[in-house]
């Protein structure tokens, strides 16, 4: 069974940095991209970007490549995305996914 | 970025009745090894999204076949054949031809 187990809820200050991981597990992690989604409360998808956890290239949303930061560790199969410099408009649910399989989302709350 | 613009953003349905939702590209999807990644989301209330159809069409496994997914070029569809009270939520597709990948607003689809 394919399985994405993203981290726990986060509750971070404004200014400061977050990272949040993805194990996979059911599959061989580095034949699929790993992609990165964010979800504001009662919004739509946005997409952050990827990585290619064979080599770990990754391509990055405009908006997100001062903001996000994906890498990966082929030794543990987790995926990992650290957020820098959190304002409010970064919380959100984020998501890991392989596109076909999806974790259960980790709620980012930025808050003094 | 790739646009995709998708109608109704509400559809309201009785159970077994069919229903399409409309998915519209700013530009052609079809990749140039001949895929066209264009796919469709299932996000029921409180969970994560799910993968329906990818590829256009093809029904992804597990995925009941009242779903099926149609179209080319720019111009998508998703339709669902006898809606049940599962299929509850918000559609949403995606493209992957174009970096970055883009979604669509997403459909609610809620009963009548």
């Known amino acids: 069974e394919v399985l994405l187990q993203q981290s726990g809820a986060e509750l971070v200050r404004p200014g400061s940095s977050v990272k949040i991981s993805c194990k996979a597990s059911?599959?061989?992690?580095?034949?699929?991209?790993m992609h990165w989604v964010k979800q504001r409360p009662e919004q739509g998808l946005v997409w952050i970007g990827r990585?290619?956890?064979?080599?770990?290239?990754?391509v990055y949303a405009e908006k997100f490549k001062s903001k996000a930061t994906l890498t990966a560790d082929k030794s543990s199969n987790t995926a990992y995305m650290q957020l820098s410099s959190l304002t409010s408009e970064d919380t959100a649910t984020y998501f890991c996914?392989?596109?076909?399989?999806w974790g259960q989302g980790v709620m980012v709350t930025v808050s003094s | 970025d790739v646009v995709l613009t998708q109608t109704p953003p509400t559809l309201s349905a009785t159970i077994g009745q069919s229903v399409s939702i409309s998915c519209r590209s700013s530009?052609?999807?079809?990749?140039?090894?001949?895929?066209?990644?264009l796919h469709w989301l299932l996000q029921r209330p409180g969970q994560s999204p799910q993968l329906l159809i990818y590829?256009?069409?093809r029904l992804e496994s597990g995925v009941p076949n009242r779903f099926s997914g149609s179209g080319s070029g720019t111009d998508f569809t998703l339709k669902i054949s006898g809606v049940e009270a599962e299929d509850l939520g918000v559609y949403y597709c995606?493209?992957?031809?174009?970096?970055?990948?883009?979604f669509g607003a997403g459909t609610k689809l809620e009963l009548k």
């Open positions: 996914t392989s596109l076909g399989y």
């Open positions: 059911g599959y061989t992690f580095t034949d699929y991209y």
């Open positions: 990585i290619n956890p064979a080599n770990g290239n990754t």
């Open positions: 530009q052609s999807l079809l990749h140039s090894n001949g895929n066209t990644y």
């Open positions: 590829l256009v069409s």
């Open positions: 995606v493209q992957g031809t174009h970096a970055p990948y883009t």
